[in-house]
């Protein structure tokens, strides 16, 4: 039983990395890339893909990447939002092409400090 475990612990421990934009720097294999959507929001998100540009949260860098995105889409997704995307850098292209359904659009009202 406890080799069944270590072994589970040390698989389930691989997760993929996060990275933002700016350490991208021409990776090729699968990662969680978050950043903030800056635009333009191109395309549409079924048939040729949803195109749009990422930036660092932080803005600390003006470095951005191409996310060609398919998929579902939240209501919540437009410029300025936080969102999360798993896939990998295309090879040569410099497009991230993101796993279908992978999108996620953090809500920004639910990391704000209550005002009452």
Do not use: H, W
């Amino acid at each position: 039983m406890l080799a069944v475990f270590l072994l589970y612990a040390s698989i389930a421990g691989r997760g993929t990395p996060a990275l933002a934009p700016s350490e991208l720097d021409g990776r090729t294999d699968k990662v969680s890339l978050g950043g903030k959507v800056v635009g333009p929001i191109r395309g549409d998100q079924y048939v040729r893909g949803l195109s749009f540009r990422l930036r660092d949260i932080s803005g600390g860098s003006p470095e951005t990447v191409e996310v060609l995105y398919r998929g579902s889409v939240s209501d919540q997704f437009r410029l300025g939002r936080d969102v999360r995307v798993e896939g990998s850098l295309g090879k040569g292209n410099g497009v991230f092409v993101a796993v279908p359904g992978s999108l996620i659009t953090k809500c920004p009202s639910k990391y704000a400090p209550d005002k009452s």
